[in-house]
């Protein structure tokens, strides 16, 4: 416990307080090279801490909401001859009839920026 406390309270608190932080944005300009090169690996672990806390934080988002979650895999099938002459499946899942398109996807692709579409399944 003794070497972590002496390693964060004395080593990284002198390498901090030696570290050439400008006291603005301009200051940046000000810094020689020598100094820019200091900061490289400081600014690279804030960098990594931030890109890994991301990863962990981020918001899961599948692709599938809400249809059949209890099921491991959603599948379905249908008999072409069924079909009404034209039918649209779902691709964005977010319609209430899924499989079927209810036009949900406007509202999606709205919200996303997206630019998802049914599957139109048309018989001769
Ligand atoms: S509602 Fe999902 S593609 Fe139309």
Redesign the pocket.
Known sequence: MEFSSNLIKVHLANYLANLPLPNSIVGIFKLGVKDIVKLIPFYATIGGVCYLSYRVIKPKNPVNPAFKKESPKVVDGFDIEELAEST????????SK?PY??????K?NKEHQDN???LIIKKK
């Open positions: 649209a499946f779902c691709r964005c899942w977010r319609s899924f398109c209810d036009g949900a996807h406007t999606y998802v579409g049914p």
